[in-house]
Each structure stands twice: as structure tokens, then as C-alpha cells.
Nanobody
Framework: QVQLVESGGGLVQAGGSLRLSCAAS?????????MGWFRQAPGKEREFVAA????????YYADSVRGRFTISRDNAKNTVFLQMKSLKAEDTAVYYC?????????????????WGQGTQVTVSS
């Protein structure tokens, strides 16, 4: 079992930055989980944002955030990060981190095994 807790969300002006963190506990990174970030805006489906392999060597981004967001991880601290820059109003959503056992089908939310409760990011224009 893996528990995930997100933090770092908040209110920021357009063009600003935020750094989200996802702390994992339980049978965590020793099981070599790939990690992903997803987001869900009101009235919309949950969408893929970014993913990172267990080693951190491979990353993948949604087209809408590529070049503005950076995913990283610190396995020694069982933590995954999402650095967000040049934020736009359309980035407003609840952001979730998730864990899965392989780095395949990483864009599909249904493929992930564990989820956090989410952290709200609001970008004012």
C-alpha cells in the first residue's frame, strides 16, 4: 500500500510560479513506482500533466505544459515535485499525484494504482 500527500498549491497571479510536492509513504519507492501528475478543473475530466520514471531518467509531459512545467523526484526523500512556471488561468485545477508500477500507459489515469487527495492551484488573470 502506498499513501500519497500533495502540498504546495495555492493562489498565484498569471505568469507566476508554484512548486508542488508529493510525499509518498508505505511500500513506496523501493517498489520502483513511476509517478505522475494529473489535474482536474471544475466540470472537466481529469487530465494527464506529467510523469517520471522510477529512476528519473525518463519524463513525459502533456503538450499544454511542456516547456513550462518540470517534474522531478528525490527517491531518498520519497518525494516527487512539479515545478510550474509561466502559469496561466487555464492551469487552474486540483492537482493530483499518482503512482504506478511501470512506465507504460503513463497518460492514462486508469492505469495508476495509487492517488493522493489533491491540492488546489488557482491562477488569477
Amino acid at each position: 500500500q502506498v499513501q500519497l500527500v500533495e502540498s504546495g498549491g495555492g493562489l498565484v497571479q498569471a505568469g507566476g510560479s508554484l512548486r508542488l510536492s508529493c510525499a509518498a509513504s508505505g511500500r513506496t519507492f523501493s517498489s520502483r513506482y513511476a509517478m505522475g501528475w494529473f489535474r482536474q478543473a471544475p466540470g472537466k475530466e481529469r487530465e494527464f500533466v506529467a510523469a517520471i520514471s522510477w529512476s528519473g531518467d525518463s519524463t513525459y509531459y502533456a503538450d499544454s505544459v511542456r516547456g513550462r512545467f518540470t517534474i522531478s523526484r528525490d527517491n531518498a526523500k520519497n518525494t516527487v515535485f512539479l515545478q510550474m512556471k509561466s502559469l496561466k488561468a487555464e492551469d487552474t485545477a486540483v492537482y493530483y499525484c499518482a503512482a504506478k508500477r511501470s512506465f507504460i500507459s503513463i497518460r492514462a489515469a486508469r492505469e495508476y494504482d495509487y492517488w493522493g487527495q489533491g491540492t488546489q492551484v488557482t491562477v488569477s488573470s
